[in-house]
């Protein structure tokens, strides 16, 4: 990755954005999407960034953000330039998909940096969340989450079991089951 700690300086003086206006920035850059069950697409992000409140804005404000690169027309650069600091971009940067990179590939980088995982761990808790895996048709829900759960079997023994359990206690409880059996 490029050195982006100059650019995500404020420019004129500007304050570093604050976490309310991320999440204005997501909800723009949203605007209009939905999920794979119907729902507003914000919600998903708002509700990854809620697992990641024990942590600090940093990662709030990367869970309102960690799809927007992948998913919108806005880019690492205008991030940046709103004053998003540069770490966040980083890790919105570095749980991105990219192409012709498979999922596996993408879940072995992600874990090379520990604010990515947590990320990570709060988005695969939120998308495995039964109640949306419930509206799923079976063969998408089945294929969805043998994915996820392959996912979690390399993003778990990257992070911390206090960490984990911090953040699927609040994006998905139905997790601890499984998180106890490891």
Known sequence: MRD???ESRPKNGDAVISVSEVDSLAAAAHAGQVDKIGVAYIEHVRAVAAGLVPFGDELVM???????LEDTD?????LLERGVPARV?????????QADVA???KIRRIT????????????????????RAAQL?????ERLAA??????????????????EAVVSIVNPSLLAELGQR
């Open 147 to 164: 994915k996820y759960r392959a996912a979690r079997g390399e993003l778990w023994p990257a992070a911390g079991r206090a960490d984990i």
């Open 62 to 68: 990367a869970g309102l953000l960690h799809d927007v």
């Open 4 to 6: 982006v700690a100059e």
């Open 74 to 78: 806005v880019s690492a650069d205008q």
């Open 112 to 131: 090379a940096d520990p604010q990515a995982t947590l990320l990570k761990i709060a988005d695969n808790a939120h998308n495995s969340h039964p109640d």
């Open 103 to 105: 999922y596996e590939e």
């Open 137 to 141: 048709p079976a063969h998408k829900r």
């Open 89 to 97: 971009v980083e890790i919105v940067q570095a749980v991105t998909n």
